[in-house]
């Protein structure tokens, strides 16, 4: 019922307004909890309310830090596992206000840390605040500003999960190229668990196998959607890779699918 009446929303182009009334009640939510928090971690750096509530649907500094501090945790062992021992160069693509970037630091001083995003109040705010992270700005499209073959790792958490088919295509393309040869690529998709989510006409594509996207706003907003059957990751978007790992539901609350993939 709820994805119907968005879906209607959508439809006439009232999504963006919906979403500024929604951002406000967050806040309004959170701001009793925010002041504790702030209160009990006296070192934390709060990102801009607005950044986080655009790159997580909510406007919780707790949220934001206990979730962060989980998939970092994730992100980190699956690195462990599948990248070599002489890891060193990481890049996070869409890393939106660093949720979990700031906890990589924290997690692993021996990488040289990287992010990316084409939100430039994301990038101006990450540069103020973490100055042994290097941030860059990108476009919608690629490429990063970054060498062939720079990067032992990249990962990217919810980005795909809001670009195009077309924007897939060419992503992948460039993330490929940054890779140097035997680097892991990790990437966060809305897979099999979200089908509950999907209205009659998208699952029928979606159990063909097929992309199924939710348009009719701001590409590469959080309420632009993709979802990604499996067949299409393995056998369209990571077709060129080697697949190491899927993990769906990687963290509590956290309803997208990691999927990590060795360039050959
Ligand atoms: C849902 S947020 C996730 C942010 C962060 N990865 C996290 O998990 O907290 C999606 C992020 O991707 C960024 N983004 C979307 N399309 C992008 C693109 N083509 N290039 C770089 N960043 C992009 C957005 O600005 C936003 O920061």
Redesign the pocket.
């Known amino acids: 019922m709820k994805q119907k009446l968005v879906n209607i929303i959508r439809r006439f182009g009232l999504l963006p307004l919906a979403e500024q009334a929604a951002y406000l009640r967050a806040v309004w939510l959170a701001r009793k909890d925010n002041e504790n928090f702030l209160a009990t971690n006296k070192s934390f750096a709060p990102p801009p309310l607005w950044l986080l509530y655009?790159?997580?649907g909510h406007a919780s500094y707790r949220a934001y830090d206990y979730s962060?501090k989980q998939?970092a945790a994730v992100l980190h062992g699956m690195i462990r596992a599948h990248a070599g021992p002489g890891t060193k160069t990481l890049l996070?693509?869409?890393?939106?206000?660093a949720?979990?970037l700031r906890q990589m630091e924290m997690l692993d001083q021996k990488l040289t840390l990287f992010g990316?995003?084409?939100?430039a109040q994301?990038v101006s705010w990450l540069r103020q605040t973490f100055p042994n992270i290097h941030v860059r700005q990108?476009?919608?499209?690629p490429p990063l500003p970054f060498e062939d073959g720079f990067f032992d790792v990249v990962y990217?958490?919810?980005?795909f999960?809001?670009?195009s088919a077309e924007?897939h295509k060419v992503?992948i393309d460039d993330i490929e190229r940054v890779l140097k040869p035997g680097g892991i690529f990790i990437g966060s998709f809305h897979g099999e668990d979200c089908i509950a989510h999907l209205l009659d006409h998208e699952l029928r594509r979606f159990e063909e196998g097929e992309l199924v996207v939710r348009a009719n706003v701001k590409?590469?907003s959080?309420l632009f959607c993709a979802f990604h059957p499996s067949p299409y990751l393995k056998d369209k978007l990571l077709a060129r890779f080697y697949v190491l790992q899927v993990m769906p539901n990687p963290t509590q609350g956290m309803a997208q699918t990691l999927w990590v993939a060795g360039k050959k």
């Open positions: 655009e790159s997580s962060g998939i996070e693509w869409g890393c939106g206000p949720r979990i990316a995003d084409y939100n994301s990108n476009n919608l499209q990217c958490l919810s980005v999960t809001h670009l924007m992503w590409e590469g959080r």
